[in-house]
């Protein structure tokens, strides 16, 4: 019996419903693996915020740096400014366990049509965004407050082993993929900082000479992802671009209830990070109806890392199984289940 700690953090709204789902999925496919979830959870939200002023405690990232993998619903409540709640939780946990792979798969699922015309079933493809530097930078400040003349300037930092390792990350997973990666750039434009992510991809291209490679501006590459989504298979961007384009392909997909993230510590020195992409949605927070696949597939993608990949297919599989071949589905995939409903079909065909 292998054992795994999970540190658990449902956060605010929806993050709490869909929680739930996927533990129970991870208990009832453990047990066929011969692993055990011990899980510790954690109620650092918006809502301890407002009633002790700070997200988490002070000493909270030391009190989940030993467990294995740490599993996210969502932060961000209404009344609490979204800098606040990211910066304060999120962003902390990301960069001190330098998490710096975040990685985003989208597929297009069984009986989930896509809006985009061009996405067929089956079609999948994976975002490898830069998660600890880049765009999203404390550098900067707001000068003149209140004055005509008020400015803001806000820096972006990229470093070279910052870029170089999120560039071989994409890489060597292109490699075991379909071999092609695309580059998101914007080095017509922002002339310090792409010009040298652009030249850092051409050194990584170097080193992997088994993967074919191209660039693209990310606003034609986001007009292309729309047009021609089947030509690609990893693209890798900075935090911004790998952000948005993250979004972009989970509306491909068809929902962004469905997406998963992973914010990826490789060297495995810190716990790596489980979470949906989609946030905490208040506005069908508390009604029971929320999908709770991102979360499910977040946490298959968490029993990947932790060495099953086994047991991480066939949580897939049994997504695809329910999606492909019943009408049970939430209410923004065009159903009538509930999250409660939903997972039970789930658990059933695992
Ligand atoms: P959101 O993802 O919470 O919701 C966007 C829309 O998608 C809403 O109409 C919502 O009902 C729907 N939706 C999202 N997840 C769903 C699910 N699992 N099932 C069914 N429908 C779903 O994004 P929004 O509204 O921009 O942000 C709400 C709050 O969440 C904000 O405070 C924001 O900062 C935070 N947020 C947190 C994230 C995180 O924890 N990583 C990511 C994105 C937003
Ligand atoms: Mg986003």
């Given at each position: 019996?292998?054992?795994?700690?999970?540190?658990?953090?449902?956060?605010?709204?929806?993050?709490?419903?869909?929680?739930?789902?996927?533990?129970?999925?991870?208990?009832?496919?453990?047990?066929?693996?011969?692993i055990r979830f011990r899980y510790d959870?954690?109620?650092?939200?918006?809502?301890?915020?407002?009633?002790?002023?700070?997200?988490?405690?002070?000493?909270?990232?030391?009190?989940?740096?030993?467990?294995?993998?740490?599993?996210?619903?969502?932060?961000?409540?209404?009344?609490?400014?979204?800098?606040?709640?990211?910066?304060?939780?999120?962003?902390?946990?990301?960069?001190?366990?330098?998490?710096?792979?975040?990685?985003?798969?989208?597929?297009?699922?069984?009986?989930?049509?896509?809006?985009?015309?061009?996405?067929?079933?089956?079609?999948?493809?994976?975002?490898?965004?830069?998660?600890?530097?880049?765009?999203?930078?404390?550098?900067?400040?707001?000068?003149?407050?209140?004055?005509?003349?008020?400015?803001?300037?806000?820096?972006?930092?990229?470093?070279?082993?910052?870029?170089?390792?999120?560039?071989?990350?994409?890489?060597?997973?292109?490699?075991?993929?379909?071999?092609?990666?695309?580059?998101?750039?914007?080095?017509?434009?922002?002339?310090?900082?792409?010009?040298?992510?652009?030249?850092?991809?051409?050194?990584?291209g170097e080193r992997h000479p088994e993967?074919?490679?191209?660039?693209?501006?990310?606003?034609?590459?986001?007009?292309?992802?729309?047009?021609?989504?089947?030509?690609?298979?990893?693209?890798?961007?900075?935090?911004?671009?790998?952000?948005?384009?993250?979004?972009?392909?989970?509306?491909?997909?068809?929902?962004?209830?469905?997406?998963?993230?992973?914010?990826?510590?490789?060297?495995?020195?810190?716990?790596?990070?489980?979470?949906?992409?989609?946030?905490?949605?208040?506005?069908?927070?508390?009604?029971?109806?929320?999908?709770?696949?991102?979360?499910?597939?977040?946490?298959?993608?968490?029993?990947?890392?932790?060495?099953?990949?086994?047991?991480?297919?066939?949580v897939r599989s049994a997504m695809a199984?329910?999606?492909?071949?019943?009408?049970?589905?939430?209410?923004?995939?065009?159903?009538?289940?509930?999250?409660?409903?939903?997972?039970?079909?789930?658990?059933?065909?695992?």
């Amino acid at each position: 019996m292998t054992e795994h700690r999970i540190a658990l953090i449902p956060g605010d709204g929806i993050g709490a419903e869909v929680l739930p789902p996927a533990t129970a999925v991870l208990d009832r496919v453990g047990r066929r693996h011969g692993i055990r979830f011990r899980y510790d959870e954690f109620d650092w939200s918006c809502e301890r915020y407002l009633r002790e002023g700070a997200m988490m405690p002070a000493d909270g990232l030391d009190r989940i740096r030993h467990h294995d993998a740490i599993l996210l619903g969502a932060v961000g409540w209404p009344g609490v400014p979204d800098h606040v709640s990211l910066w304060g939780l999120l962003i902390p946990i990301r960069r001190q366990f330098d998490q710096y792979v975040n990685l985003r798969p989208i597929a297009v699922l069984p009986g989930v049509p896509s809006p985009v015309r061009a996405a067929e079933p089956g079609l999948e493809f994976v975002v490898v965004r830069e998660n600890v530097e880049g765009e999203y930078s404390e550098v900067g400040g707001r000068f003149r407050r209140g004055f005509p003349d008020e400015l803001a300037v806000q820096e972006a930092v990229f470093t070279r082993p910052g870029v170089t390792r999120i560039l071989d990350y994409a890489f060597s997973l292109a490699a075991t993929r379909r071999g092609v990666l695309t580059s998101a750039t914007k080095s017509n434009g922002i002339v310090h900082t792409m010009p040298f992510w652009d030249e850092l991809v051409e050194e990584a291209g170097e080193r992997h000479p088994e993967v074919s490679w191209h660039q693209e501006h990310i606003d034609a590459l986001v007009a292309k992802i729309v047009l021609d989504p089947a030509r690609f298979d990893v693209i890798v961007g900075s935090n911004l671009f790998g952000d948005i384009l993250s979004d972009l392909a989970a509306a491909v997909a068809g929902s962004i209830g469905v997406a998963p993230a992973a914010n990826l510590n490789p060297e495995r020195e810190f716990p790596s990070m489980f979470e949906p992409v989609h946030g905490s949605a208040p506005d069908i927070a508390g009604r029971g109806v929320a999908n709770p696949l991102g979360a499910i597939w977040s946490a298959a993608m968490m029993v990947d890392h932790l060495g099953h990949p086994e047991a991480s297919a066939e949580v897939r599989s049994a997504m695809a199984d329910v999606l492909g071949n019943t009408a049970v589905r939430t209410p923004d995939l065009g159903g009538t289940a509930t999250t409660e409903s939903f997972t039970r079909e789930l658990l059933d065909r695992l």
